[in-house]
């Protein structure tokens, strides 16, 4: 029990550092290193929080795709950040106000858990004596797509909304790559079969065990991912109308079983218990899909138009 | 100690570390970094306070599991609003110190 709490005092520690430094080194691009290695360090926390779900997409989503996304927009910033490392003396004391508010913050955060009430409620007693009528056996799987199904619902509207605000604000124009690793298409012809694999038996595995929807579509996400910087899969455009429907065809899919089911049942996601089973199988099928493509354009869709228009706002 | 509440007080240095980021740093990619950061710290509390008596708490895992997803989603909104920003001719927090007269905060 001991080496146990050893254990998770340095990787809090190592935790709490790299954050540390992803916030106060001076260069951009290794503030963005930092990143990645703290969402690493926090899948090792999830895995000791007996949490593999959430391990999982923090692999593949917080740390992948996110350290992805940062690095494509590094190149487009360039390496002129400052860290708060490098502020000058007056600075200092116009930050003091601030940084003292901070302490006191955190000072109270920590004395509320120094003596937090007992809980109320005991939610994993409650989700145990339901898991019978859920469809699956698989707890997590159960609150995320039965139980509160609803989130999930709203959370896939707000992946779309995002990438509906994305190509509102404009996308980033394609550049051409300065560099080609030899290596990266030969990874790549071996991992994404695989990937593919893992992706399916993710899925699959999601009704009994760690795995679902998201983590299927994450992994699916860093295919193409990896398929594009390979050079094997090209760019994305806003032009082409198989993303869009593709993506909106899984919501949709969720959406028309919700309002069927509001009908026959009289509740928003009231499965019956007989078929609770297969729909979820159902929905979750078309969520890796969706969740998948609308992941991978986050990266991947670029404007097709050949420079940014800097004063588009001004002319009519 | 158990490990719930442990990473639950890491949670809140995160919090504060990312709130701070979020208010003191000057280039924006730093603030995407710090509100990353922030999102991370409050999953921390939510976890591990559910858990401090030790046993997994699915619905907290599952209410973070959809948080992880729509963070990304936030993430790529903001990289875009940022680089929207850039092209523009916003500067991105760089040259902030060279122009005093432009800060009163």
């Known amino acids: 029990m001991n080496a146990a709490l050893a254990f998770d005092t340095l990787l809090a520690l190592l935790l709490l550092w790299s954050a540390w430094q992803a916030l106060s080194t001076p260069k951009l691009d290794r503030a963005v ?7 690493l360090l926090l899948t090792l926390v999830w895995s000791r929080l007996d949490a593999p779900d959430i391990a999982l997409a923090e692999a593949a989503l917080g740390a992948g795709l996110t350290g992805t996304l940062l690095l494509d927009a ?14 000058g003396f007056m600075t200092t004391i116009r930050r003091f106000p601030t940084i003292l508010v901070l302490l006191v913050l955190l000072a109270a955060l920590l004395a509320a858990l120094s003596n937090l009430p007992l809980p109320t409620v005991n939610l994993p007693a409650m989700v145990a004596q339901q898991m019978p009528d859920s469809g699956v056996s698989h707890p997590v799987t159960a609150v995320l797509l039965n139980f509160r199904g609803y989130d999930t619902l709203l959370e896939v509207a707000v992946l779309m909304l995002a990438l509906l605000g994305i190509l509102t604000v404009g996308l980033p124009v394609e550049r051409p ?10 990874l790549a012809r071996y991992a994404v079969p695989l990937m593919t694999l893992a992706a399916i038996y993710l899925l699959w595995a999601g009704s009994h065990r760690p795995g679902g929807a998201f983590q299927a579509a994450a992994v699916l996400a860093a295919g193409v991912v990896l398929l594009n910087l390979a050079q094997v899969q090209p760019r994305w455009i806003p032009g082409q109308h198989w993303i869009r429907q593709l993506i909106s065809a899984g919501f949709l899919l969720f959406l028309c079983i919700a309002a069927l089911l509001l009908m026959l049942n009289g509740g928003l996601l009231h499965y019956p218990p007989d078929q609770a089973g297969l729909l979820i199988l159902l929905i979750e099928s078309g969520l890796t899909v969706s969740l998948a493509i609308n992941l991978a354009a986050f990266y991947l869709l670029r404007s097709d ?9 001004d002319t009519p | 100690m158990s490990s719930g509440l ?19 740093l000057d280039h924006l990619l730093r603030r995407i ?73």
Do not use: K, W, Y
């Not at chain 2, 973070?64 to 963070?71: A, E, F, N, W």
């Not at chain 2, 909104?77 to 110190?97: C, E, K, V, W």
């Open chain 1, 177 to 186: 790559l300065l560099s080609r690793n030899l290596l990266v298409p030969i």
């Open chain 1, 74 to 87: 590094l190149a487009a910033f360039g390496q002129t950040g400052q860290g708060a490392g490098s502020t």
């Open chain 2, 6 to 24: 442990l990473f639950a007080v890491v949670g809140c240095l995160l919090f504060v570390m990312g709130l701070g980021g979020i208010i003191l």
């Open chain 1, 33 to 39: 290193i930092m990143f990645i290695v703290f969402g």
């Open chain 2, 33 to 105: 970094l710090a509100f990353n950061l922030l999102g991370s710290g409050i999953f921390l509390v939510l976890v591990g306070l559910a858990q401090r008596s030790g046993r997994p708490d699915p619905v907290p895992q599952a209410m973070v599991l959809t948080g992880i997803v729509v963070s990304v989603a936030a993430t790529a909104l903001a990289l875009a609003l940022a680089r929207r920003h850039q092209a523009a001719g916003g500067n991105t927090g760089q040259t902030d110190r060279t122009s005093p007269e432009e800060r009163h905060d």
């Open chain 1, 305 to 313: 138009r050949p420079e940014p228009l800097p004063n588009q706002e």
